[in-house]
């Protein structure tokens, strides 16, 4: 299953490692912390979407423990997936892995 940004217009800014996103369309925005962050960046910069597990590593890449990256980067999916910020390519979008 891969993950991407949601096709709705998000305008997002970089404040010192947090994200600050909005969605232009629902007017909604978020603020990101820098773990999650780290994800959404990674997302924004793929078309063609990252697997929880490629998400996971490349986060790990930055010097955490991967089991720590993985939970995080699965939290973060799951967060970004309750605010419309983030989908699958899959059916199926209750699971976040």
């Known amino acids: ?56 590593a490349q986060v790990a890449a930055a010097g955490l423990p991967e089991h720590e990256c993985y939970a995080c980067a699965k939290a973060a999916l799951q967060e970004f997936q309750r605010l419309g910020l983030a989908e699958t390519d899959s059916i199926d979008r209750s699971r976040p892995d």
Do not use: C, P, Y
């Not at 994200?19 to 997302?43: K, P």
């Open 1 to 56: 299953m891969r993950w991407r940004l949601t096709s709705v217009s998000l305008a997002w800014h970089d404040l010192d490692g947090e994200i600050v996103v909005r969605n232009t369309v629902t007017g909604s925005t978020h603020l990101v912390d820098e773990s999650a962050g780290e994800v959404f960046r990674l997302l924004a910069a793929t078309k063609d979407g990252m697997t929880l597990q490629d998400l996971a």
